[in-house]
């Protein structure tokens, strides 16, 4: 069944209720379902976690991210959290895909989240895959974001210390809680395969804990450098890389479900959010891109904006027209390049040049044939372009029926 990206709610095992996103493929079923832990003191809505997911969505994966306890939009006391509590969101958050949709195939953490997701894979039998990013070697690493409040905390029992510009407090209890967990011990029965990715450039987690991680785990074992990023992900294409590696490299892994028919009868869905920009996922039979505006217009330039993908059906349908006509005549034709270009131009001798009306959509399309042929079937050739079916339908009279579409979940 066809789902929505929406906004949720889960309890954990406290009875703590979690804010959370599900972030859905557009128009299919799922291949799999996956989790997204964020980062320390984070939140589901760091811009990062968004396009980690969004593109790992795009690729036919739905992920459930959510904050854990205490942070974002869920309820509970951050001061009373642990590493601990975090693992055990996790696996409240597994125990919620599971009944409502699918048991989860694929975790994925960022930074601390990445350790996290290490111990709660080891607990969670469906999971066949482990990804993490700027994840720490050791549980305890997360101390030197403490501002050196560690012995203040451990003899008066608590303190306030500044993260990323934002007071917590922190407890006893969260020191105690991860100075007791062994990451190097987990790790020497840990045989689930795991993708560690990290940036070189990378100054809250230094890379020095991936290669640890690396070394610390069994194959099979992946490492992606991700040069140029910062811990937080914060550039827009390397949060969309790493989503879409995420969802390649698992797919080795993970019992992929059967390509369904689309409940609708559409060939191709777009799917907006409120919180991008223009760019746009598309769904294109079992194809997935992505559609965008150039950055001079708002913009992230991440694909290709709608005239282009305009232009593009022509050049495509010209260049199969021709392949398929010159196969059928058993011509030599070797290759076929088609460049179209598309702009606005006025109406042939029109007498109101000035008026919108007299402007009309004009593709320029030229044509490179490469192959033992002759003139005469190279003639021939640019006759058959002009019978390409997009060609065709382009240069006859269009009519665009628009209804709004009322889903199930409007109707509730």
Not at 148 to 171: L, N, Q, T, W, Y
Not at 379 to 392: D, G, Q, T, Y
Not at 393 to 412: C, I, S
Request: charged share 30%.
């Amino acid at each position: 069944m066809n789902q929505k990206s929406r906004n949720i709610t889960f309890t954990n095992s406290e009875g703590i209720e979690l804010s959370a996103h599900m972030e859905f493929p557009p128009d299919i079923h799922p291949k799999a379902y996956a989790i997204f832990a964020h980062c320390f003191t984070c939140s589901k809505n760091l811009l990062a976690a968004k396009n980690l997911t969004r593109s790992m969505a795009k690729e036919g994966i739905a992920v459930l991210r959510f904050d854990f306890t205490g942070l974002g939009e869920s309820q509970g006391d951050f001061e009373d959290s642990n590493f601990s509590s975090n693992v055990s969101d996790l696996l409240a958050a597994s125990q919620f895909l599971e009944s409502e949709f699918e048991a989860p195939q694929v975790i994925i953490g960022h930074s601390l989240g990445g350790a996290a997701v290490i111990y709660a894979a080891s607990k969670l039998e469906s999971i066949r895959a482990v990804a993490t990013v700027g994840a720490p070697a050791s549980v305890d690493h997360v101390v030197h974001l403490l501002e050196g409040k560690k012995e203040e905390v451990m003899e008066k029992g608590e303190a306030d210390v500044k993260i990323s510009g934002r007071k917590f407090k922190i407890k006893k209890q969260f020191l105690e809680d991860i100075e007791s967990k062994n990451l190097e011990k987990l790790m020497s029965d840990f045989r689930k395969p795991i993708l560690i990715m990290h940036s070189p450039q990378d100054e809250i987690v230094s890379v020095d804990n991936a290669a640890k991680l690396y070394d610390m785990a069994w194959h099979p074992k992946s490492f992606v450098s991700l040069d140029g990023a910062d811990h937080l992900l914060s550039k827009k294409k390397d949060s969309l890389y790493v989503g879409q590696l995420i969802a390649s490299w698992s797919s080795r892994y993970v019992d992929e479900q059967e390509e369904e028919t689309p409940e609708t009868d559409h060939r191709v869905v777009a799917q907006l959010t409120r919180e991008n920009n223009f760019t746009t996922t598309m769904k294109a039979g079992k194809h997935s891109f992505l559609a965008d505006e150039p950055e001079d217009v708002g913009g992230d330039n991440l694909g290709p904006n709608p005239y282009d993908l305009l232009a593009s059906a022509l050049a495509a349908c010209t260049a199969m027209t021709i392949k398929m006509y010159s196969d059928r005549k058993e011509w030599k034709l070797e290759q076929v390049n088609v460049h179209v270009d598309h702009k606005k131009s006025h109406k042939a001798d029109c007498e109101e040049c000035e008026k919108k009306s007299s402007r009309i959509d004009h593709f320029e399309r030229s044509i490179e044939i490469d192959g033992d042929l002759s003139d005469e079937q190279c003639s021939r050739l640019l006759e058959i372009a002009n019978k390409c079916p997009v060609h065709k339908t382009l240069e006859t009279e269009n009519f665009v029926d628009t209804f709004l579409k009322q889903t199930k979940d409007d109707k509730k």
